[in-house]
C-alpha cells in the first residue's frame, strides 16, 4: 500500500519537475566506513530526503536539514549496510515525520518498503526505483526523474562495484543489475556511490560503462574476479546487519 502510493506520486510528478529551481544537493562523507550520505531537497517546497544515513553522523545531518529550513521526509537506504549501521533510526527521533525507507526485498524492517519501478517524491522531484541486487538481494539504485543523476549505492562504485561474497550475493547478478539498470542511463547521468575509498566523489554512466575495470570484462570474466577477491570481511558486520534489519535500531541490552 505505501509502495503504491509513492509510485503514484511520482507519475503525477514527472509532468511538472522541469520547471522551477534546480534541486538542492549535498554530498556528505563518514570516515569510518567511507560512506557517503545525499541530502535532496526542492528549495521550493523545502522538502527533502536522505540517502544512506549512518548512524554516527546522523546528528549532522539532521542538524543540516535544520539549518537549510528543510523539511526531511524520507530516510533512504540502498539496502542493507554490513560496514555501519544505518542512521534512519536515530533520525526518525530527530526529525519527528521522518519515515525510514528501504527495499521489500531487503528483508529489514522500515516505516516504507519499496519495489522496482516505485517512485520516492518530494516536492517536484522523484526518485525511481531500480532494483540492482547482486552485492545483495534487496540493492536498489535511486534516478532522479529527469535522469541527471543515479544513486548507486554499493552496487556500481567508481572504477568498481560492490563485493559479492557475503550477504546472499551473487556476481552474475550483479553484473547484469548494473548493465541492465544502470549502464542502460544516459551517458552523462552522474553517478553518485554510497562508498568510496580512494577520494572519488563522483563519475558518470559513460566513465564506469568505458572505463571501470571490473564491469568492462565480458560476465563470465567478471564473476571469476569476483569468486577470487578474497576480502576479510566487514569489521562491523555482525553487529550492523542485525541492527540494520531493524531499520538501525539495536535491542537494549537485557
Do not use: W
Request: aromatic content about 6%; charged content about 20%.
Amino acid at each position: 500500500m505505501a509502495a503504491a502510493a509513492l509510485r503514484v506520486a511520482g507519475r503525477q510528478l514527472s509532468q511538472r519537475s522541469g520547471s522551477g529551481a534546480p534541486i538542492l544537493l549535498r554530498q556528505m562523507f563518514e570516515p569510518k566506513s567511507c560512506t557517503y550520505t545525499y541530502l535532496l531537497g526542492d528549495r521550493e517546497s523545502r522538502e527533502a530526503i536522505l540517502i544512506d544515513p549512518v548512524l554516527e553522523t546522523a546528528p549532522r545531518d539532521a542538524q543540516l536539514v535544520k539549518e537549510l529550513g528543510l523539511r526531511l521526509l524520507y530516510a533512504v537506504n540502498t539496502h542493507c549496510h554490513a560496514d555501519h549501521i544505518t542512521g534512519s533510526g536515530v533520525l526518525r527521533s530527530l526529525l519527528p515525520g521522518c519515515q525510514s525507507v528501504i527495499s521489500r526485498l531487503s528483508g529489514a524492517q522500515a516505516d516504507l518498503h519499496i519495489e522496482d519501478g516505485d517512485s520516492i517524491r518530494f516536492g517536484r522531484f522523484a526518485l525511481e526505483t531500480r532494483a540492482s541486487p547482486g552485492h545483495t538481494p534487496g540493492c536498489v539504485t535511486f534516478v532522479l526523474n529527469d535522469h541527471s543523476m543515479a544513486f548507486t549505492g554499493d552496487a556500481l562504485l567508481i572504477r568498481g562495484c560492490g563485493r559479492t561474497d557475503f550477504q546472499q550475493g551473487c556476481a552474475k547478478t550483479l553484473y547484469h543489475s548494473v548493465h541492465k539498470k544502470i549502464f542502460t542511463l544516459p551517458g552523462n547521468c552522474l553517478v553518485y556511490p554510497a562508498h568510496d575509498y580512494h577520494g572519488h566523489t563522483v563519475s558518470t554512466v559513460e566513465e564506469e560503462r568505458t572505463l571501470n575495470p571490473r564491469l568492462t570484462l565480458s560476465c563470465e570474466e567478471f564473476v571469476k574476479v569476483m569468486d577470487n577477491l578474497n576480502l576479510p570481511k566487514p569489521q562491523q558486520i555482525d553487529i550492523a546487519v542485525p541492527a540494520n534489519m531493524r531499520c538501525g535500531v539495536q535491542t537494549p541490552p537485557s
